[in-house]
Protein backbone atom coordinates (compact mmCIF):
# COMPACT_ATOMS: atom_id res chain seq x y z
CA UNK A 1 0.00 0.00 0.00
CA UNK A 2 1.34 3.31 -0.97
CA UNK A 3 2.04 5.57 1.82
CA UNK A 4 2.49 8.73 0.11
CA UNK A 5 -0.72 10.78 -0.91
CA UNK A 6 -1.55 9.92 -4.10
CA UNK A 7 0.20 11.47 -7.37
CA UNK A 8 -2.97 12.14 -9.22
CA UNK A 9 -4.77 14.19 -7.15
CA UNK A 10 -3.23 17.13 -7.96
CA UNK A 11 -2.36 18.30 -4.60
CA UNK A 12 -1.45 16.46 -1.12
CA UNK A 13 -4.82 16.16 0.80
CA UNK A 14 -5.18 18.29 3.84
CA UNK A 15 -5.04 17.42 7.45
CA UNK A 16 -5.91 18.38 10.24
CA UNK A 17 -4.95 17.03 13.83
CA UNK A 18 -7.32 17.41 16.40
CA UNK A 19 -5.03 16.62 19.95
CA UNK A 20 -4.50 18.49 22.88
CA UNK A 21 -1.12 16.90 24.10
CA UNK A 22 1.45 18.90 23.29
CA UNK A 23 3.68 15.85 22.94
CA UNK A 24 1.23 13.59 20.96
CA UNK A 25 1.21 16.93 18.60
CA UNK A 26 4.71 16.88 17.80
CA UNK A 27 4.75 13.30 17.79
CA UNK A 28 2.46 12.97 14.86
CA UNK A 29 3.70 16.05 13.27
CA UNK A 30 7.17 14.38 13.45
CA UNK A 31 5.81 11.20 11.70
CA UNK A 32 4.41 12.98 8.88
CA UNK A 33 6.95 15.00 8.67
CA UNK A 34 8.76 13.40 5.69
CA UNK A 35 5.31 12.07 4.11
CA UNK A 36 3.74 15.18 1.36
CA UNK A 37 0.64 15.67 3.88
CA UNK A 38 0.50 18.73 5.06
CA UNK A 39 -1.08 19.06 8.95
CA UNK A 40 -2.70 21.41 10.70
CA UNK A 41 -3.33 21.37 14.39
CA UNK A 42 -6.34 21.69 16.69
CA UNK A 43 -5.64 21.54 20.50
CA UNK A 44 -9.54 21.36 21.19
CA UNK A 45 -12.46 20.02 20.43
CA UNK A 46 -14.21 24.01 20.09
CA UNK A 47 -10.69 24.77 17.99
CA UNK A 48 -11.47 22.29 15.70
CA UNK A 49 -14.87 23.09 15.08
CA UNK A 50 -13.92 26.21 14.60
CA UNK A 51 -11.39 25.03 11.71
CA UNK A 52 -13.58 22.92 10.15
CA UNK A 53 -16.82 25.52 9.30
CA UNK A 54 -14.36 27.33 7.28
CA UNK A 55 -11.64 25.74 6.12
CA UNK A 56 -11.78 22.22 4.12
CA UNK A 57 -9.56 19.04 4.98
CA UNK A 58 -9.74 16.24 3.23
CA UNK A 59 -9.07 13.65 6.62
CA UNK A 60 -9.33 14.81 10.55
CA UNK A 61 -7.57 12.82 12.95
CA UNK A 62 -9.60 13.04 15.88
CA UNK A 63 -8.23 12.67 19.54
CA UNK A 64 -10.79 10.83 21.48
CA UNK A 65 -10.33 11.95 25.03
CA UNK A 66 -10.20 15.66 25.08
CA UNK A 67 -11.49 18.12 27.90
CA UNK A 68 -14.23 20.23 26.93
CA UNK A 69 -14.98 18.91 23.96
CA UNK A 70 -14.49 15.36 23.16
CA UNK A 71 -13.58 13.92 19.84
CA UNK A 72 -17.20 11.96 19.82
CA UNK A 73 -18.99 15.24 20.31
CA UNK A 74 -16.70 17.09 17.65
CA UNK A 75 -17.77 14.41 15.44
CA UNK A 76 -21.35 13.94 15.99
CA UNK A 77 -21.45 17.80 15.46
CA UNK A 78 -19.52 18.13 12.60
CA UNK A 79 -21.88 15.15 10.78
CA UNK A 80 -24.92 17.09 11.82
CA UNK A 81 -23.70 19.84 9.77
CA UNK A 82 -24.68 18.15 6.60
CA UNK A 83 -24.17 21.37 4.44
CA UNK A 84 -20.69 22.73 6.37
CA UNK A 85 -17.51 22.64 4.08
CA UNK A 86 -16.45 19.42 6.11
CA UNK A 87 -19.40 17.51 6.71
CA UNK A 88 -18.05 14.74 4.42
CA UNK A 89 -14.78 14.67 5.90
CA UNK A 90 -13.12 11.57 6.74
CA UNK A 91 -12.16 11.20 10.44
CA UNK A 92 -9.96 8.65 11.75
CA UNK A 93 -9.73 8.82 15.18
CA UNK A 94 -6.60 8.60 17.48
CA UNK A 95 -7.14 6.54 21.13
CA UNK A 96 -5.37 5.15 23.71
CA UNK A 97 -8.91 2.96 24.21
CA UNK A 98 -8.67 -0.25 22.97
CA UNK A 99 -11.28 -1.99 24.98
CA UNK A 100 -13.83 -4.00 23.39
CA UNK A 101 -16.42 -1.26 22.12
CA UNK A 102 -14.55 1.66 21.94
CA UNK A 103 -13.67 1.34 17.72
CA UNK A 104 -17.32 0.57 17.54
CA UNK A 105 -17.89 3.76 19.34
CA UNK A 106 -15.99 5.50 17.74
CA UNK A 107 -17.74 4.55 14.29
CA UNK A 108 -21.30 5.14 15.85
CA UNK A 109 -20.27 8.61 16.11
CA UNK A 110 -19.46 9.39 12.56
CA UNK A 111 -15.65 8.62 12.33
CA UNK A 112 -14.46 6.16 9.40
CA UNK A 113 -11.52 4.32 10.80
CA UNK A 114 -10.14 3.58 14.25
CA UNK A 115 -6.09 4.16 15.12
CA UNK A 116 -5.11 3.63 18.95
CA UNK A 117 -2.19 5.23 21.07
CA UNK A 118 0.95 4.72 20.86
CA UNK A 119 0.41 5.62 17.22
CA UNK A 120 2.56 3.31 14.60
CA UNK A 121 4.06 5.70 11.65
CA UNK A 122 3.95 3.23 9.22
CA UNK A 123 -0.28 2.67 10.31
CA UNK A 124 -0.78 6.24 10.36
CA UNK A 125 0.60 6.28 6.63
CA UNK A 126 -1.25 3.63 5.80
CA UNK A 127 -4.66 4.96 7.06
CA UNK A 128 -4.18 8.26 5.44
CA UNK A 129 -3.09 6.47 2.29
CA UNK A 130 -6.41 4.63 2.16
CA UNK A 131 -8.92 7.31 3.26
CA UNK A 132 -6.91 10.11 0.83
CA UNK A 133 -7.68 7.54 -2.11
CA UNK A 134 -11.50 6.52 -1.28
CA UNK A 135 -11.97 10.84 -0.57
CA UNK A 136 -15.32 11.97 0.92
CA UNK A 137 -17.96 9.97 2.06
CA UNK A 138 -21.08 9.63 0.26
Known sequence: MA?????DRGSSPRVLLVEDSKVNQLLVQAMMETSSYPVEVASSGEEALQRLAVAPYDI????????????LQVTRALREAKDGPN?????IALTAHAMDGDREACLAAGMDDYLTKPINRRELLEKLALWADKGPRA
Open 87 to 91: ARTRI
Open 3 to 7: LEPPA
Open 60 to 71: VLMDVSMPGMDG
